[in-house]
């Protein structure tokens, strides 16, 4: 999957908006995205590769890269099992045909971390449009997705470039340990 999304986080006062190259089947994601924080604006282009459980910042301008390992496990953008359905609304209007999207808004909660959300995907192929997480390491953080394509557009957006073989070559267990939701409510500082 493919496509844009707009994040705010409520600690950090992060807002940030840009595409995102999401695999499933080999547990990767690709952000690439520019934002603000209270310590100015700054640009994202993170790799996460979670069956290798490492994660990439990569600075294209400066030919450098960051490397830590992802102390986390890959969670699919689907709705996850014990979810509740909350609603089902039309975003647009159903009184004329196509300019209506059907969407369905679930409600969880991760008692391992005291961590609860709100998902909304399309009624027809299950299409992530938004979602709202919180818990108390991160506090609040808003996602909207737009844009979508289904598939991978580049699967070469997966390979670290060439300048981060040096990054390569350190051991998981060597690097410090950082989580998905440590790493967008950051700020760009994690890494």
Known sequence: MTGNA?????????TTSGTFDYDA??????????????????????????????????????????KVALD????????PPGSFPVAQTVLGTSSVAGMGLLANTWYGEIPEIQAMYTLVFSDN?????????????????IT?????????????DFIPPYFC???????????????????MSSGNKQL
């Open 72 to 79: 986390a496990s890959f969670n699919p953008i689907q709705i």
């Open 125 to 141: 192929a299950c299409v992530p449009l938004s979602g709202t997480y919180y818990s108390p390491e991160s506090g609040t953080i």
């Open 25 to 66: 089947l080999g547990q990767q994601i690709r952000i690439r995205s520019s934002g603000i924080s209270p310590s100015g604006a700054f640009s994202l282009d993170l790799l996460m590769q979670f069956q290798q459980k490492v994660a990439y910042e990569i600075d294209y301008s400066e030919r450098t890269c960051k």
């Open 144 to 156: 909207s997705f737009y844009n979508i394509l289904l598939g991978v557009r580049d699967p070469m």
């Open 165 to 183: 073989q040096t990054e390569e070559l350190k051991k998981v267990e060597d690097l410090p340990k950082t989580n998905f939701f440590r790493l």
């Open 6 to 14: 707009y994040m705010h986080t409520e600690i950090g006062a992060i």
